[in-house]
């Protein structure tokens, strides 16, 4: 992945879309269009790694800045460039998130500061001082403020579901077992007040500045449970049991069994969630990517957590 990028950096190729590369004069014309950079560009270069987007790297004046070009129909995966960007703003006015320089709304183009720092090391991210970076920098997002989109993953794999079939994609039959356990867990699962989250917590999406940790990429960002964001980061590091509790601690100052239990469906819901995405690209990526291979381990990894006999026990904890 690339270094320091302040956003955009795609997190691997389950962010993949149809996107084709940008050509140089459409980013010459692009970098013009930023208010205030017109005849002070001093040189751009592509960030690799990105591939549901095109990313650059511009330097204006000795400042450098991160260009991201919104890839195609990513509309189609839940993408809202307009939310995507006030949403940067919010992350960013937490000392979170980069900070936005401008947004094309034509063009979907997103330019932000560059964010000097290395990427979060997974080991690191699972160490118990990194789950303590980790979750302050979660609560801080989590109290940022509103904007005008709500995420469920409960919606979403609904929402891939249909846009699948219009594109013609086959639904894996693993997908009616997983519905019904996901309105289970939806209906288990206590009342809560929406925060602003950010539903994509992938270990490239974290840069270390050397003083906090940075979150980029708020594409998938919306109103939600934060525990979605708690669960979908500890299934996306790995974390072992002991680790669970220690990123609970660190949000809450304890970890409470009925919450440990709703961190571990929201682990399930993520892997549910990542098995649609990976079957709505079946129908709209151009990519050469085994996307119902992508699919495939996400369905079974969800029925695996779901066949434990311990899941019962969180729906029973989490009705209290």
Known sequence: MTRGSAVGRSPSQRRASSSKATSNSAIATIVDQVPGWAGRVQSVEPLEGGITNRNYRVVVAGETFVVRVGGAQTDLLGIDRGIEAEATRLSAAAAVGPEVLAFLAGPGVLVTRFINGAPLALEAARQPAGLHRIAEALRRVHAAGYVEKTFSPFRVVRDYWVTASRHGVTIPEAFELALRTADEVEAALPPFTPRFCHNDLLNANFIDDGASIRIVDWEYAGMGDPFFD??????????????????????????????????????????????????????????????????????DRFQAAAAQPAFRDWLRLVRG
């Open 230 to 299: 708690l669960g979908n980061f500890a299934v996306n590091h790995e974390l072992d049991p002991s680790g669970e509790r220690a990123l609970l601690a660190a949000y809450f100052g304890e970890c409470r069994d009925p919450d440990l239990a709703r961190l571990r469906l929201m682990r399930v819901m993520s892997d549910f969630r990542e098995a649609m995405w990976g079957v709505v690209q079946q129908g709209i990526s151009t990519l050469d990517f085994d996307f119902r291979a992508y699919a495939d381990k996400h369905f």
